[in-house]
């Protein structure tokens, strides 16, 4: 089946790939990391609403043809060299886009960089050097340097383009108050305003002793080169760290340059040991043990494995959300986990089971579930179809069960026991069958072995008059008769049956498509009778057609399919089959060819009249150029 990976953010198109429903969803991930080019262990599948947990089946998401599956791909694990960011810099229109390597820093680095808006220094990461690579280069010759960085800032997963005059290597050196003196650079966390607040470069120019603990330090704030702001407060409630120098990497790769720019918490200030309930565990506040604190998918806050309710035994693999988001009660839960894990182990039985006869039915449309049916009559429906005229054709079972023809994608027979049968596909044959047009015998169902999954072995068992073969008997004019059969005594007042022949009867009937399968019209059971096929008894059942329509494989036929506009191959094209066949009584070739469509005057006005629906009929103006196929005689 076809199945469409639709990725969050926009940043990746909408990729279509083919797969197996038999697979796990591991293999589907597998598939997604190669379309994608990521690691695998940084997809996350969604499928409405729900998460796509990795050892799960397919099957158990109950996936259908051309379903579209969300992805959501981890910041930081893709690099998009085409990243839209890094086309519309008119700094990147500048320089030749060539990828080198620099004395300063290389892919995957781990830097401090200076916002162009504010003049903020932020943390990210190098994704590749850009340019040509200049010796000389320094922090001051932005004009001589003709190297530029493309970086990554993981908090606000932007891609940037920044000059080497505007980043540094991390910090190696964190200060204390009592640490700093006049004339030492630094990089403070300060609050210039409600809406101006950040790390920002500073320069030591007053320090003298304060009433508290701490002394007190006024130093420049260093925006720009423009732009500074004299004589600032530092709050030590905050770190500081020393304001790197930009250095060769030989020199500062060795240093254990990791001092991160956070922003500290308004409460507690990260002291290592005051516990806070605002950036550590919501409940007992204490900052121990941080690889065991869970952090809840909706509110966000932090838990002890210990201190969630109920606790929590393993780290979950999946989402987790604490008590006051969860709304769902822990006994269901529960309950409904045992039944998930039993229902997937018997889809995965199963499947495993399958695959020993090393055949993937996995793939094909006959079992993808049909998403998009045209619902114009209930399923229970008998006899014809509105708008479904006879010589209807169709590239396979598929789209059939769309129109609601012959629902089954696999069954021949489609009914029930208390009402009779709808319809029948009359496709492939077994021992006995025959078909002369107007009337023709096909077997019923069963009495075939299926446990490999093939339905061309012989005749193994008997075959039993229940289930669809009931169904289609109670359709003829006679009472049920479960061993000798019966027959009707007046066929016309049966119940209507649908009948679809398909390519495949082409073996024993002159009257099969030569693609696809084509709706026959209205038949009906004349009898059914028993008959001894391989040392088996088999039921076999009659109908004869009884339709106002002319047979699509009559001269007739085909002059009315050409009216009813007809005939044309519609749905997915699944074989290629151009060999001419002779009509059994008209004895001709038919030729198609392609005609454009006159709109009858009728027709015309009231489309014009349908005001209301004019923006429909306006974009299906544009079909009537494609015309139809058409029969000609010669």
């Known amino acids: 089946m076809i199945l469409k990976l639709r990725p969050y953010g926009g940043n990746f198109a909408e990729v279509a790939i083919e797969i197996s429903k038999t697979l796990l969803v591991s293999d589907l991930i597998a598939e997604a990391s190669n379309a994608f080019q990521t690691k695998p262990n940084s997809?996350?599948?969604?499928?409405?609403?729900?998460?796509?947990?990795?050892?799960?089946?397919?099957?158990?998401?109950?996936?259908?043809?051309?379903?579209?599956?969300?992805?959501?791909?981890?910041?930081?694990?893709?690099?998009?060299?085409?990243?839209?960011?890094?086309?519309?810099?008119?700094?990147?229109?500048?320089?030749?886009?060539?990828?080198?390597?620099?004395?300063?820093?290389?892919?995957?680095?781990?830097?401090?960089?200076?916002?162009?808006?504010?003049?903020?220094?932020?943390?990210?990461?190098?994704?590749?050097?850009?340019?040509?690579?200049?010796?000389?280069?320094s922090p001051n010759s932005e004009s001589k340097d003709s190297v530029t960085y493309n970086i990554h800032d993981g908090t606000t997963n932007k891609d940037l383009v920044m000059q080497l005059n505007r980043l540094r290597p991390c910090s190696a050196v964190e200060y204390t108050a009592h640490d700093l003196k006049v004339g030492m650079k630094i990089l403070a966390y300060v609050v210039l305003s409600d809406s101006q607040k950040g790390w920002y470069q500073v320069e030591i120019t007053k320090v003298e002793p304060g009433r508290n603990q701490f002394p007190k330090v006024l130093g420049t704030v260093v925006v720009s080169a423009e732009t500074t702001y004299p004589r600032q407060k530092i709050d030590f409630k905050y770190r500081t760290v020393q304001f790197p120098e930009l250095l060769p990497r030989e020199e500062w790769i060795n240093l254990i340059s990791d001092k991160s720019l956070t922003i500290p918490c308004k409460h507690c200030f990260n002291h290592p040991t005051q516990k806070c309930k605002e950036c550590s565990c919501v409940i007992c506040g204490g900052k121990h043990d941080e690889d065991q604190q869970l952090i809840c998918d909706e509110c966000e806050d932090a838990y002890h494995m210990e201190c969630a309710s109920p606790p929590v035994s393993e780290i979950p693999e999946n989402?987790?959300?604490?008590?006051?988001?969860?709304?769902?009660?822990?006994?269901?839960?529960?309950?409904?986990?045992?039944q998930t894990e039993v229902k997937v182990k018997k889809i995965k039985e199963c499947v495993d089971k399958v695959k020993q006869n090393k055949r993937d039915w996995g793939k094909g449309l006959s079992t993808a579930a049909v998403s998009d049916k045209f619902c114009v009559v209930p399923k229970e429906h008998l006899g014809k179809i509105p708008g479904v005229p006879s010589g209807r054709l169709w590239a396979s079972r598929h789209d059939v069960s769309r129109f609601g023809v012959h629902r089954p994608l696999v069954a021949g027979i489609c009914g029930a026991t208390d009402m009779g049968a709808q319809s029948v596909c009359f496709s492939g044959g077994y021992?006995?069958?025959?078909?002369?047009?107007?009337?023709?015998?096909?077997?019923?169902?069963?009495?075939?072995?299926?446990?490999?999954?093939?339905?061309?072995?012989?005749?193994?068992?008997?075959?039993?008059?229940?289930?669809?073969?009931?169904?289609?008997?109670?359709?003829?004019?006679?009472?049920?008769?479960h061993v000798n059969g019966a027959k009707s005594t007046n066929w016309r007042k049966g119940l209507p049956i649908r009948v679809v022949r398909g390519y495949k009867l082409a073996k024993i009937s002159n009257y099969a498509p030569p693609e696809g399968y084509r709706y026959d019209g209205i038949y009906k059971v004349v009898r059914y009778f028993q008959k001894e096929v391989n040392g088996n008894l088999m039921w076999k059942f009659e109908l004869r057609r009884d339709d106002l329509e002319p047979p699509p494989w009559?001269?007739?036929?085909?002059?009315?399919?050409?009216?009813?506009?007809?005939?044309?191959?519609?749905?997915?094209?699944?074989?290629?089959?151009?060999?001419?066949?002779?009509?059994?009584?008209?004895?001709v070739d038919v030729k198609r060819t392609k005609v454009t469509y006159v709109m009858p005057p009728a027709v015309t006005t009231l489309i014009k009249e349908d005001t209301l629906n004019q923006r429909n009929w306006m974009a299906l103006q544009t079909s009537l150029d494609l015309g139809y196929p058409v029969s000609v005689w010669h």
Request: aromatic content about 8%; proline content about 2%; glycine content about 8%.
């Open 431 to 481: 021992e006995g069958d025959y078909d002369k047009g107007n009337i023709f015998v096909m077997s019923g169902s069963g009495g075939r072995d299926l446990g490999t999954n093939k339905r061309i072995s012989k005749q193994s068992h008997a075959q039993i008059l229940t289930g669809p073969n009931l169904a289609l008997a109670q359709s003829c004019y006679s009472k049920v008769d």
């Open 43 to 137: 997809l996350e599948l969604f499928f409405c609403g729900k998460v796509l947990l990795i050892d799960h089946p397919l099957l158990y998401y109950k996936l259908k043809d051309n379903d579209v599956i969300g992805v959501r791909i981890k910041a930081g694990d893709v690099i998009p060299c085409n990243s839209s960011l890094v086309k519309d810099s008119k700094l990147c229109e500048e320089i030749d886009n060539k990828l080198c390597t620099s004395k300063y820093f290389k892919a995957g680095d781990t830097i401090y960089y200076q916002s162009l808006q504010n003049g903020q220094w932020h943390e990210a990461t190098v994704l590749s050097v850009i340019g040509e690579d200049n010796e000389n280069s």
């Open 319 to 338: 989402e987790w959300f604490c008590h006051n988001c969860s709304h769902v009660d822990q006994d269901l839960q529960k309950k409904y986990e045992v």
């Open 554 to 587: 009559t001269s007739s036929g085909l002059a009315f399919m050409t009216t009813m506009s007809v005939g044309a191959m519609e749905g997915t094209r699944l074989i290629e089959n151009n060999k001419k066949r002779k009509l059994a009584y008209e004895c």
